[in-house]
């Protein structure tokens, strides 16, 4: 016990230990209050207890809280009671990047998520595989499975998506007409899924589509810069009718890999990996005499992706 510097009654570093805490997931995040689905599917709003202190929490934490059966109780004075965290469970999987390659922050975008499933239209705007690669380096280096999910095949065809990536073994699913698919249905079931896309590229549309009530705001391409328009602003995890949750973030420009060591980049390339085996040791696959510039089974596009990554980290490391 030691004296309090401006209270009578002394204190102690004794913390409640909240054995009646209730487990919950974090849907929403908005400037310190938390929205949370308990285990039953009820909705609550809660706020961090200070023995917290700093620990981030969000969208998809699992956590323990107390006070969730007042949490939605407005009191005689016309406050809203909020449930508290008290909590952050240990995550399974954490999602991260950072807002550049030079950028040394981490911001960690999901936790908790089984699958990453990158959108991106067939057309309008047209895909861009850099962005493809760096979220499957996350996906990957995460532990999280990762998809592709190409959406407006109905204005054009994800033929060259498919060449592209179907050497990876990677799902890829098609979604036309606005219409979810029996098989995209399935593929989400009963995982925690995280969308990540560039604006425009149809992920609202795709979350509306697979949660009727969930009334994302949804928005067009700029006819100018071909770039989407960003609507959603927050992360928010749905559950899904048949099982499961998908997270909505929003539209990216970029997407990060400071936090991913420049060596496990190649592992994110399967189809590259085999070759790769014959190089040199120690080669950078971005140098004279790298065995993946001979090889005649390697796709030139999917080597120039890998080069373009491996040099941005690359001149990352140069600015540490």
């Not at 004794?14 to 938390?34: K, L, M, S």
């Not at 709003?45 to 934490?61: F, P, S, T």
């Not at 909020?82 to 995550?91: C, E, G, M, Q, S």
């Not at 760096?134 to 592709?148: F, K, M, S, Y």
């Amino acid at each position: 016990m030691r004296p309090g510097r401006t209270k009578s009654r002394p204190r102690t570093k004794a913390r409640p230990e909240h054995q009646d805490a209730e487990n919950a997931t974090v849907v929403t995040v908005d400037r310190g209050r938390f929205t949370l689905i308990d285990d039953a599917g009820t909705e609550h709003y809660a706020i961090k207890a200070r023995e917290l202190g700093r620990k981030g929490i969000v969208v998809g934490d699992r956590v323990d809280v107390v006070g969730m059966d007042d949490s939605t109780v407005i009191d005689r004075d016309g406050r809203e009671n909020f449930a508290r965290i008290v909590r952050r469970l240990p995550r399974g999987t954490t999602l991260r990047r950072t807002a550049d390659d030079t950028d040394p922050v981490e911001r960690v975008i999901v936790a908790n998520a089984d699958q990453l499933a990158v959108v991106v239209a067939s057309t309008n705007p047209a895909p861009r595989t850099g962005l493809i690669d760096r979220a499957l380096i996350a996906a990957l280096d995460a532990g999280i499975t990762p998809l592709l999910i190409v959406t407006k095949t109905d204005l054009a065809p994800a033929t060259p998506l498919t060449d592209l990536y179907g050497p990876l073994d990677l799902p890829l699913l098609e979604v036309a007409h606005k219409q979810v698919t029996e098989e995209v249905r399935q593929a989400l079931t009963d995982h925690r899924t995280v969308l990540v896309g560039h604006s425009g590229v149809g992920k609202s549309t795709l979350v509306n589509a697979l949660v009727p009530d969930a009334d994302r705001a949804t928005g067009g391409v700029n006819a100018v810069t071909g770039k989407g328009r960003h609507t959603s602003t927050s992360a928010i995890a749905l559950p899904l009718p048949d099982g499961g949750l998908i997270i909505d973030t929003p539209g990216i420009r970029s997407f990060g890999l400071a936090h991913i060591d420049p060596e496990r980049v190649i592992h994110a390339f399967p189809d590259l990996r085999l070759a790769a085996e014959a190089c040199p040791r120690s080669c950078s696959h971005d140098e004279p005499h790298c065995a993946l510039d001979t090889d005649p089974q390697v796709n030139p596009a999917r080597l120039e992706s890998l080069r373009r990554v491996l040099r941005s980290r690359a001149e990352a490391d140069t600015w540490d």
